[in-house]
């Protein structure tokens, strides 16, 4: 006989786990739902055409492709069949062949799947569109702790505004979260794709700005040597890659980063991007010093200040902060939690044109998501997770006869009514049997219904953590358990 498995990259999960990971999602739901989100769900599956050429190449291959169902290598028609696969297209390899046989894919995130989704509806949204969605996704990547190959994500976005108060209130999401779930020692990493881009141009570059962003973005994970290596076999001069990390280096807060970096971009002779002033002025000097990325990130800090915002300490600004994903345009986001050895937790930025892809142009949005998984496992690792029990049943009704298991029927049914989880030990037996139950179930009340209490018209009410016991009245059990 085959022992059974799990698909590797995969998880079951216990009760008591599923519990933990209810109150995970029930704080981020809540959370979301403040700010005036609203839920949203899409299919698991989405046809590929959807799917490829919104992640980069490097997300593209990490796509779980679904083969077509039936005899995927022959179509038939009328009693015929035509080969769908043919000795050439194997002879041209997988770019060929995929198509033919695989058109839909499992979902790689819940941005694209959203996009999409706009697209398709944007004639009963009422714009701006909020939505929040709690569903998982599928990455073909190599299994290790905090990267699955399924796994849960929270979602929120908005679409159908440029409004810098969205990606304010992004930041506020994110620490009201973690706040929320005792995960305080945290820092919101915040960035511009805007200031990355200025960064390629003091570097003097011309048609190499991804391979830039895909390098800096493994900055955590390989280190300055490692970026500088793969920038050097890209072709970047070694000279490039030295102004490249002194502009990334920068030191001070949030502010004296702006202005340090405005200062180089300045010297560097990089031409503003932003929109020109409106007022008039005699200082030829200020056109020079409007720079997108920087002004926004600035107007993201003052809109914090006016919202009350008082963590300012746990919101770093990062040169370095890149995010991978190839659709991001405007502020970008990441979450560290600083005393876990663990990936970013939660991460998102502004997106100017994803929607275009669908037949949608012009509809800007911006959103993030939080990885519940990894947030799972900081919890577990610094041991932050309060006593869960397996199961929600609050009151064990004993089992003494088949008489008295009768008996009790009416008061299980009572209980229920009041809203109280309860259920009946459902073979007679030993008491001491349904004591260690009740214990490992984590159930803390014992309803004690043998045929002495039921004759006096009582219930023994036991508290399994104490060992306290208290007969009341059958009439007044319900209402002394409600309070």
């Known amino acids: 006989m085959e022992k059974p498995s799990i698909p590797q990259g995969t998880r079951d999960f216990g009760p008591a786990q599923v519990a933990r990971r209810q109150h995970i999602f029930g704080v981020i739901r809540r959370t979301f739902e403040t700010f005036g989100y609203a839920p949203l769900e899409t299919p698991t599956l989405e046809n590929l055409s959807v799917l490829t050429g919104k992640y980069g190449d490097e997300g593209d291959q990490l796509l779980f492709k679904v083969l077509n169902s039936g005899n995927f290598l022959v179509k038939e028609r009328r009693g015929e069949t035509t080969p769908l696969v043919t000795p050439e297209d194997l002879e041209a390899g997988p770019k060929v062949v995929l198509p033919k046989i695989a058109e839909k894919g ?31 996704v599928w990455r073909a990547d190599r299994p290790q702790r905090g990267r699955y190959r399924e796994f849960w994500q929270c979602d929120a976005d908005v679409v159908g505004t440029t409004s810098l108060l969205c990606e304010a209130e992004i930041v506020l999401m994110m620490a009201q979260v973690f706040n929320g779930l005792g995960l305080d020692d945290f820092t919101i990493k915040i960035n511009h794709r805007g200031v990355l881009r200025n960064i390629y141009q003091a570097l003097g570059g011309e048609g190499q700005e991804t391979d830039l962003f895909v390098a800096i973005d493994k900055l955590d994970k390989i280190g300055e040597d490692g970026v500088r290596k793969e920038l050097l076999e890209k072709g ?56 997108r990325g920087l002004q926004e990130l600035a107007e993201v800090r003052d809109l ?75 919890l ?17 009704l004993t089992h003494f006869d088949p008489a008295s298991g009768r008996a009790a029927l009416p008061l299980l049914a009572e209980l229920r009514a009041a809203g109280i989880p309860a259920e009946l ?25 043998g045929p002495e209490e039921l004759a006096a018209g009582v219930a023994k009410i036991k508290i399994l953590k104490t060992g306290e016991e208290k007969a009341l009245p059958l009439s007044e059990v319900v209402t002394a358990l409600t309070v």
Not at 111 to 120: C, E, G, I, L, Q
Not at 248 to 274: H, I, W
């Open 106 to 136: 499992l979902r790689y995130d819940l941005t694209v799947p959203f996009a999409r989704y706009v697209a398709m509806n944007r004639g009963t949204l009422t714009f701006p569109f909020r939505r929040y969605q709690m569903q998982p």
């Open 304 to 378: 914090l200040q006016a919202s009350g915002f008082r963590q300012f300490d746990r919101l770093e600004f990062d040169p370095t902060l890149a995010r991978g994903l190839s659709y991001y345009t405007g502020c970008i986001f990441e979450v560290k939690i600083n005393n876990v050895a663990m990936g970013s937790v939660s991460g998102g930025g502004r997106y100017d044109n994803l929607t275009g892809s669908f037949g949608l142009p012009g509809v800007s949005g911006v959103g993030f998501s939080f990885g519940v998984d990894r947030i799972y496992d900081c």
């Open 425 to 449: 030990y459902p073979d007679a037996g030993k008491l001491q049997k349904q004591f260690k139950y009740a214990d490992a179930k984590g159930i803390p009340l014992v309803l004690i219904l």
């Open 380 to 396: 577990e690792s610094l041991d932050l997770f309060t006593d869960t029990s397996e199961t929600p049943t609050r009151v064990l």
């Open 236 to 291: 970047f001069a070694e000279q490039t890659i030295g102004i490249l990390f002194a502009l990334l280096s920068v030191e001070g807060d949030y502010a004296e980063k702006l202005q340090r970096l405005l200062a180089g971009f300045v010297t560097a002779g990089v031409e503003p991007d932003g929109p020109r002033p409106t007022v008039e002025t005699d200082d030829d000097d200020l056109d020079l010093t409007y720079y």
